[in-house]
């Protein structure tokens, strides 16, 4: 019997009935086993060896694909545990799920020994000898009866259990390589054969399902590429990330701690204050600059306040609470619902629409403690929030206005970007015409600025879709700072009004915006971003004046109050060291200029420069330094 089928080239071919992916792959390119590792029946991967029934649209995955390296990775998560299996036996090793993650897979396992990197080595060993072995991949759908026989005479507890919880009815594969079987949806690789290049990397505990009351286990991470050239870079990339931990230069250049005393809190020391005084500055001058007004919010408000606002459906599992003469207060998680009080505080005209609302704002949100990472992921933050209270027709010329904002900032730290159109999520509030209106104003604005977007469906916020931003730091690494959001529902729900031009009430809309998100993930990325060694306008310490002996030591000190006096950040190392021990430490400290003064200097009134980065330096008058290091903060450089 024939079926009708849509050729990746979009023409439509009669085949026989039970044509599969591989065979298609054979008819269109008679070296299609070089290239073509799976395939796709109406979008959704399948293996080659998968049948496709009528009306199907078939496509291709080559392994040099996304999708290919996915698959790649996929089935070196099976190698990795045939591996294990190998080396310590099926009776030690019980399996859990090994599953893709970004950059990688990883595999847990219940063990007894405990895997230590001379493991790991041996492990991989193993892994390239099971790939050298070039052993098929098959795919088997078999019935619960059969999964259950299987695993139990394999005495696999975990793999029964996930047996056990799949719903009725659902399609249950095993896939086999050799003496090796495990439960998995698929798809995976033609062979072994076809892994080219991977790498574990290290050993981490891991509830079985995420669940504390459940057992530990080892988790395995490893990556795989489709080059030992890719797989070079990563690692290199790995390794750089380690350096530029902001965690360990956090601490290395005494910037801010955290204490057991308020977990996921993080408290700024002198040093990392005034990298974020630094950057609330900056923004504050562009703020004035687009007239901007300032306020301040309380950190606690009354319970009723969250839930007209909708944040106590969506996110009063993460919300702080406690209760103050009887009545139940939370700690906010968002300055909007404050925003909207002080704009509803005054009757307002249509004449002085726009409303632009700004505010450092500390929010408090409770994490779980395994999600705390630094600053990158902490319970209480910094927002560098605006809510702009709009008319209508003002909606896509302030956004535009905002998104060059944006870009103006992010170019002073030398961030590449790309934009993100999120539209409503399935818990969305309000009707279908209003986020239809409101996606649609969004699109409108990045269409006429031309600016290339990609669509993010289902991840707007609860009242509105966004405009979700994503620098590229100097590893390459993406982080979504700065957001747009349109907001037709908070307007209905606090009843805000202005006076239209027909002397009658009408509704604003709201625009939240943000440029560095959470201030302190912020700082986080650009210690990572600039691996401690900031621009001089963020630098802790712009200057550091270096004493040869102590007999330097006051004019050191008149130095420094010459160089305050010019608004530099400026220290003195007064410690009884040699020269040589001084300097380091400053170079360690990441210092912009390094002054040096002796004996020459003291007595001819100058100092000795030395810039950070630069091999020669040059000898000055105090006066001079000062000028051109005051000139390259004006300019942020």
Same mark, same amino acid.
């Given at each position: 019997m024939?079926?009708q089928?849509?050729?990746?080239d979009g023409?439509?071919r009669?085949?026989?009935?039970?044509?599969t992916?591989a065979q298609?792959?054979?008819s269109?390119d008679?070296?299609w086993?070089?290239?073509?590792?799976a395939?796709?029946i109406?979008?959704t991967t399948?293996?080659?060896?998968?049948p496709?029934?009528?009306?199907?649209?078939i496509d291709?995955?080559?392994?040099?694909?996304?999708e290919?390296l996915?698959i790649?990775?996929?089935?070196t998560?099976?190698v990795?545990?045939?591996?294990i299996?190998?080396l310590?036996?099926?009776?030690? +090793?019980k399996l859990g799920i090994?599953?893709?993650?970004?950059d990688?897979f990883y595999?847990?396992?219940?063990?007894?020994h405990?895997l230590?990197t001379?493991?790991?080595e041996?492990?991989?060993?193993?892994?390239?000898s099971?790939?050298k072995e070039?052993?098929p991949?098959?795919r088997r759908v078999v019935s619960?009866?059969e999964?259950?026989?299987?695993?139990e005479? @394999?005495?696999?507890?975990?793999?029964?259990?996930?047996?056990?919880?799949?719903p009725?009815?659902?399609?249950i594969?095993? /896939?086999e390589?050799?003496?090796?079987s495990?439960l998995?949806?698929?798809?995976?690789?033609?062979s072994?054969?076809?892994?080219?290049a991977?790498?574990?990397?290290h050993v981490?505990?891991?509830?079985? @399902?995420g669940n504390?009351?459940?057992?530990m286990?080892?988790? *395995?991470y490893?990556?795989?590429?489709?080059?030992?050239?890719?797989?070079?870079?990563?690692l290199?990339?790995?390794?750089?990330a380690?350096?530029r931990?902001?965690?360990?230069?956090?601490?290395e250049l005494?910037?801010?701690?955290?204490?057991?005393?308020a977990?996921?809190?993080?408290?700024?020391?002198?040093?990392?204050?005034?990298i974020r005084?630094?950057?609330e500055?900056?923004?504050r001058?562009?703020l004035?600059?687009n007239? /901007?007004e300032?306020?301040r919010?309380?950190f606690m408000?009354?319970?009723?306040?969250?839930?007209?606002?909708g944040?106590w459906?969506?996110?009063?599992?993460?919300m /702080?609470?406690?209760?103050?003469?009887e009545?139940?207060?939370?700690?906010?998680?968002m300055?909007?619902?404050?925003h909207m009080?002080?704009f509803k505080n005054?009757l307002?005209s249509?004449?002085?629409?726009?409303?632009?609302?700004?505010?450092?704002?500390?929010?408090?949100?409770h994490e !779980?403690?395994?999600?705390?990472?630094?600053?990158? @992921?902490v319970?209480?933050?910094?927002q560098?929030?605006a809510?702009l209270f709009?008319?209508?027709?003002q909606i896509?010329e302030e956004i535009?206005?905002?998104?060059?904002?944006i870009?103006q900032v /992010?170019k +002073?730290?030398?961030?590449s970007?790309?934009?993100?159109?999120?539209? @409503?999520?399935?818990d969305?509030?309000g009707?279908?015409?209003l986020w239809d209106e409101?996606e649609?104003?969004?699109k409108?604005v990045?269409d006429a600025?031309?600016v290339?977007?990609r669509?993010?469906?289902?991840?707007?916020?609860?009242y509105g879709?966004k405009?979700?931003?994503?620098?590229?730091?100097?590893l390459?690494?993406?982080?979504q700072?700065?957001?747009?959001?349109l907001?037709?529902?908070m307007?209905?729900?606090?009843d !805000?009004?202005?006076?239209g031009?027909d002397n009658?009430?009408?509704r604003p809309v709201?625009?939240?915006r943000?440029v560095?998100?959470s201030?302190d993930?912020f700082?986080?990325i650009l210690?990572e971003?600039y691996?401690g060694?900031?621009? *001089?306008w963020?630098?802790p310490?712009?200057?550091?004046? *270096?004493?040869?002996?102590e007999?330097? !030591?006051?004019y050191a000190?008149?130095?420094?109050?010459?160089?305050?006096e010019?608004?530099i950040? +400026?220290e +003195?190392d007064?410690?009884?060291?040699k020269l040589g021990n001084k300097?380091?430490k400053?170079?360690?400290e990441?210092v912009?200029?390094m002054l040096v003064?002796?004996?020459?200097?003291?007595l001819?009134?100058?100092?000795?420069?030395r810039?950070?980065?630069?091999?020669e330096g040059?000898?000055?008058q105090?006066?001079?330094?000062?000028?051109?290091?005051?000139?390259?903060?004006h300019?942020?450089?």
């Amino acid at each position: 019997m024939e079926i009708q089928a849509v050729w990746p080239d979009g023409s439509i071919r009669r085949v026989l009935q039970g044509t599969t992916i591989a065979q298609v792959a054979e008819s269109m390119d008679a070296d299609w086993k070089k290239t073509i590792i799976a395939g796709a029946i109406n979008g959704t991967t399948v293996d080659l060896d998968e049948p496709f029934g009528d009306g199907s649209r078939i496509d291709m995955i080559a392994l040099d694909s996304p999708e290919g390296l996915y698959i790649s990775r996929h089935s070196t998560a099976h190698v990795l545990a045939q591996a294990i299996k190998r080396l310590y036996g099926g009776e030690a +090793v019980k399996l859990g799920i090994g599953p893709v993650i970004e950059d990688g897979f990883y595999y847990d396992v219940d063990l007894a020994h405990t895997l230590s990197t001379k493991d790991l080595e041996a492990i991989e060993k193993e892994m390239w000898s099971i790939v050298k072995e070039n052993l098929p991949i098959r795919r088997r759908v078999v019935s619960r009866e059969e999964a259950l026989a299987l695993f139990e005479e @394999r005495e696999e507890p975990l793999k029964l259990e996930l047996i056990r919880d799949l719903p009725e009815g659902e399609v249950i594969r095993i /896939y086999e390589q050799g003496e090796f079987s495990d439960l998995c949806r698929g798809p995976h690789l033609p062979s072994t054969g076809r892994i080219k290049a991977f790498k574990l990397l290290h050993v981490a505990g891991a509830y079985w @399902r995420g669940n504390s009351d459940n057992k530990m286990l080892q988790r *395995i991470y490893g990556t795989a590429f489709l080059s030992k050239t890719e797989l070079a870079d990563h690692l290199y990339q790995l390794e750089e990330a380690k350096k530029r931990d902001h965690r360990k230069l956090g601490k290395e250049l005494e910037l801010f701690m955290f204490s057991e005393e308020a977990p996921g809190m993080p408290f700024y020391l002198p040093k990392g204050m005034a990298i974020r005084t630094a950057l609330e500055s900056f923004s504050r001058e562009l703020l004035n600059q687009n007239d /901007y007004e300032e306020v301040r919010t309380p950190f606690m408000m009354n319970k009723r306040m969250w839930e007209q606002s909708g944040h106590w459906d969506h996110y009063k599992d993460n919300m /702080y609470f406690t209760k103050v003469d009887e009545a139940e207060f939370a700690l906010k998680p968002m300055n909007c619902p404050g925003h909207m009080l002080i704009f509803k505080n005054s009757l307002r005209s249509y004449r002085e629409l726009p409303v632009r609302l700004a505010e450092f704002g500390q929010v408090h949100r409770h994490e !779980l403690s395994g999600a705390l990472g630094g600053m990158m @992921r902490v319970r209480t933050f910094c927002q560098d929030d605006a809510h702009l209270f709009v008319r209508p027709d003002q909606i896509e010329e302030e956004i535009g206005k905002i998104m060059g904002l944006i870009g103006q900032v /992010y170019k +002073v730290f030398g961030f590449s970007y790309t934009v993100e159109l999120s539209t @409503r999520p399935a818990d969305y509030m309000g009707s279908d015409e209003l986020w239809d209106e409101a996606e649609q104003s969004l699109k409108n604005v990045l269409d006429a600025l031309g600016v290339k977007y990609r669509i993010n469906e289902g991840d707007g916020a609860f009242y509105g879709p966004k405009i979700d931003f994503h620098i590229v730091d100097a590893l390459k690494r993406s982080w979504q700072c700065g957001t747009i959001q349109l907001d037709f529902q908070m307007p209905e729900k606090f009843d !805000l009004s202005y006076i239209g031009e027909d002397n009658k009430k009408q509704r604003p809309v709201v625009i939240h915006r943000a440029v560095y998100g959470s201030l302190d993930r912020f700082i986080g990325i650009l210690i990572e971003h600039y691996s401690g060694a900031f621009p *001089i306008w963020l630098a802790p310490v712009q200057a550091k004046v *270096i004493p040869v002996s102590e007999h330097e !030591l006051d004019y050191a000190l008149q130095i420094k109050s010459r160089l305050i006096e010019a608004g530099i950040r +400026v220290e +003195v190392d007064a410690r009884s060291e040699k020269l040589g021990n001084k300097i380091r430490k400053a170079q360690l400290e990441k210092v912009p200029y390094m002054l040096v003064v002796g004996k020459n200097e003291r007595l001819s009134g100058s100092v000795s420069v030395r810039k950070r980065g630069e091999a020669e330096g040059s000898v000055q008058q105090p006066e001079e330094i000062a000028a051109a290091i005051a000139e390259e903060l004006h300019r942020r450089k």
